[in-house]
């Protein structure tokens, strides 16, 4: 059996002013780091046998505490960094919508159907994260942990349990919010998702749906 763990990194500076980060290499705010400590005690008490994560810094540090703690080394996956969106990087939704007005509100309603700067679309991204996450299923067992963003991780939920690209507006992820998929005997169960109930003391688990 094989039991994934997904975790989003934690806050950024960029993900409080509601900027595109994409394949930006920010790091963690005082908050986010913050953040990492507490999923680190969450799980304090859960046996995870491997860390994957994207080796964009925030997700790196994200993942440190958690693989310090455990005395597990960080498996780092390029498939996981995040949705590379390019000139769009470093821009709030605001300025965006001021350039582009019509045309990135159609993505945002439905960003399986319009293209972006960066990838280029859904579908191709998804063709990066494929091969990653079918090799994983294939070879590992036990409970991987995989640290990454909040729209590969979504990407990644989809293609597991075989949503079409529309899912993508329909769910969403906090910084360290946790989701679970078991994988055992050909099944594939969704158990958790975007579980952020150990941020509840912080007042930071609220979703920021067109936070980037």
Known sequence: ?????????????WNTERRYQGMTDIELSAEGLRQADIAAER????????IYCSPLKRAAATAKPIADEKGLDVIYEDAFREICF????????PELTEKYGADYINFIREPHKYGFPGEGSIDRVMDRIKPAIDRMIAE??????????????????MYIMGLDNSWFTKMWINNTGISIIEVKDGRRLMLTVNDSAHLAQSGKNESNFLRP
């Open 1 to 13: 059996m094989l039991r994934i763990y997904f975790m989003r990194h934690g806050e950024t500076v």
């Open 43 to 50: 799980f304090k008490g859960i046996d995870i046998d491997k």
């Open 86 to 93: 390019g000139e769009w990087e470093g821009k709030t939704v």
């Open 140 to 157: 590992e067992d036990g409970n991987v942990l995989i640290v990454s963003h909040g729209g590969i991780i979504r990407l990644m939920i």
